[in-house]
């Protein structure tokens, strides 16, 4: 019986030092979630999608014009067109994911992958070809911008990631 009592007051001390550790980890994970879900990144996302979003529309509408702005030649062939209407398209879905994410940065940082990866491809790529001479100024504005959307983009991943780590580390 002793031996019952004394084991029944080692389990409830060892539960009281559990419920503080947990509780720790809860405000750090309410204050993870509290830095990466601020004001300052909604708003960088919400930039992020009405910029992308922005950018594709007169692509979408006018895939002929958009082509001039972005290559400074005239094309009129209609299986280029109707591939990059619908890589306009496909763009227009990363900017839809921007607004997802400016709902909730923290819960969301797959989609903030994926757009850090589509303008870092992108921007890369047009840097290749302005080197050639095969896109315009205002295709390199873009690209330009286009990292600056990179780097803020890795910095909000770097946070998460660094976060979570803290996490995983306090709870051991």
């Known amino acids: 019986m002793v031996v019952a009592l004394y084991h029944i007051k080692l389990k409830q001390e060892y539960m009281k030092t559990q419920n ?23 708003i960088i996302f919400l930039i992020a999608g009405l910029y992308t979003t922005g950018g594709v529309l007169p692509g979408i509408y006018n895939p002929e014009h958009g082509l001039l ?10 299986n280029t067109l109707y591939f990059f209407r619908s890589l306009w398209i496909t763009v227009l879905v990363f900017g839809i994911g921007f607004f997802i994410v400016t709902l909730n940065p923290a819960k969301h940082v797959g989609i903030v992958i994926m757009g850090l990866l589509g303008k870092l491809f992108f921007a890369s790529n047009v840097l290749f070809q302005y080197s050639h001479d095969k896109v315009s100024q205002m295709a390199m504005t873009a690209a330009f911008l286009d990292l600056v ?10 946070k998460y990631y ?10 051991l």
């Open 20 to 42: 503080t550790s947990n509780s720790n980890n809860l405000n750090y994970t309410t204050t993870l979630h509290t830095t990466l879900n601020s004001r300052l990144w909604k």
């Open 69 to 78: 702005d972005f290559t400074s030649q005239i094309i009129e062939d209609w």
């Open 162 to 171: 660094s976060s979570k780590k803290k996490i995983k580390y306090n709870q």
């Open 149 to 158: 959307f990179v780097l803020l983009f890795g910095i909000f991943i770097f």
